[in-house]
């Protein structure tokens, strides 16, 4: 597994699976093949798929530990960067098919309504994880600083749970959220308990 995860061309495979969802979205739209409702399906799909690079970008260090394959670390950057391109192309079917790029109307409905504020405001924290996600700006944070700083990542994925719940619920469709919820918690929770499990060492350290 290690010598697959190794791989020269691991990422680029990877990169190019990540890509499948928008491709087949992309020709959709363009065959008319998204049902009676394209937008919303649009919508839908997009805002799903960054879920689910979110979950995916934290599943890759219990992953790590827990299977002892320290090379997953190298697609965890690919696969965040992956989750905000979906957020962005989920923001931006918002803005298009749901408000006509009507930027006054954009500003004025974000606060009114709480399931796209939580999505914006997870975009939004998104925005400055994606900006440092290079080797680059670990340097120049300090590594201690830049890992703060993607800890925020937490946050995206409660905020994205969220938005997804109240999204769902208007439309008593909460199965779904509830598949999410429990993967978030199980990645979380097993932070937690790392966590917890480190703490008595570093008590006894000098």
Not at 117 to 138: C, D, E, H, K, Y
Request: proline fraction near 5%.
């Amino acid at each position: 597994m290690t010598k697959w995860l190794m791989h020269a061309a691991a990422k680029p495979l990877l990169f190019a699976v990540s890509l499948l969802p928008f491709a087949g979205l992309l020709y959709g739209a363009l065959a008319n093949t998204l049902g009676a409702n394209p937008a919303e399906t649009l919508l839908r799909s997009t805002g799903d798929w960054t879920l689910r690079f979110v979950c995916i970008t934290l599943a890759i260090t219990p992953l790590r530990v827990e299977l002892k394959q320290p090379a997953l670390a190298r697609f965890r950057r690919l696969f965040g960067l992956f989750a905000f391109f979906y957020g962005c192309v989920h923001f931006l079917c918002y803005s298009w098919l749901d408000m006509g790029f009507v930027w006054s109307d954009i500003v004025r409905d974000i606060p009114k309504r709480p399931f796209v504020l939580v999505g914006t405001a997870a975009l939004l924290l998104m925005l400055p994880l994606a900006a440092t996600s290079f080797n680059g700006a670990i340097k120049a944070l300090g590594a201690a600083r830049w890992r703060l700083l993607h800890r925020a990542v937490y946050a995206v994925a409660l905020l994205g749970l969220l938005h997804f719940f109240w999204m769902r619920s208007a439309k008593n469709d909460i199965g779904e959220v509830a598949v999410y919820a429990a993967i978030i918690a199980v990645l979380l929770g097993w932070r937690v308990r790392e966590r917890l499990r480190a703490r008595p060492l570093a008590h006894r350290s000098p």
